[in-house]
């Protein structure tokens, strides 16, 4: 079964460094999204791919937050400098096809512990 | 911005109960999602819901869309431990295809055997 790929898995660094996480959508996945989950809450949207174009980055924080998806394929999230207030989980997941009416496939996600 | 809130945030119960977990949106939504988190995993679509008042099952998990679109259920009849995990709801609002999802803070499970 098709698996949305995330990398690393876990991330520990110091506050002002930079970090930079990877995902690769299920092959075919035109929609790519990644989510910021703190701890206790539910997944927030950072950032929203339609193939390589930027649909929806209201909620990116664009001080430190960048996000590309170059080919319309696989993404990357890097922020720099992390602060304490970026530790959390960053989630991807894709949908098919370019209606955003369909299920969202998750990855594992990456943690990120900011020290 | 739109709002959804989830009640309650934990819900503990012995094997065998019911339980009830309940979504509401600060506006009207085209469609509500449901998702399950395991502990330590990521969140596993269960359903879509579109239509108003729409009441879908899903062997003993029974989902409910309210009549104005602003509020939906999800009910778990005879709970296993299997049941064990985090459920949230995630309301898209109308007016564009490619809007968001929004999703609520989620309903703890736990199960006690």
């Known amino acids: 079964e098709a698996e949305v790929a995330q990398s690393p898995r876990y991330k520990i660094t110091e506050k002002s460094q930079a970090v930079a996480f990877w995902c690769d959508p299920i092959s075919g996945h035109a929609t790519l999204y990644w989510y910021r989950q703190i701890l206790g809450q539910g997944p927030e949207l950072l950032v929203q791919f339609q193939d390589e174009s930027v649909v929806d980055d209201s909620q990116l924080p664009k001080d430190r937050f960048s996000a590309e998806r170059l080919k319309g394929v696989d993404s990357t999230l890097k922020i720099q400098p992390a602060e304490l207030g970026d530790s959390a989980m960053y989630l991807c997941a894709s949908t098919q096809g370019g209606a955003s009416y369909n299920e969202q496939f998750f990855g594992p996600g990456t943690r990120l512990t900011v020290l | ?113």
């Open chain 2, 1 to 113: 911005g739109q709002q959804v809130m989830q009640i309650p945030q934990y819900q503990h119960v012995q094997e065998g109960e019911d339980f009830t977990t309940y979504c509401n949106s600060s506006t009207t939504l085209s469609n509500i999602q449901w998702y399950k988190q395991r502990p330590g995993g990521h969140p596993v679509f269960l359903i879509q819901l579109v239509k108003s008042g729409e009441v879908k099952k899903q062997k003993r998990l029974t989902f409910q869309f309210g009549e104005a679109k602003k509020n939906s259920s999800l009910h778990i009849t005879a709970t296993q431990t299997t049941d064990v995990g985090t459920y949230f709801c995630a309301g898209r609002a109308g007016g564009t295809s490619y809007g968001k999802l929004t999703f609520g803070q989620g309903t703890i499970l736990t199960v006690h055997p």
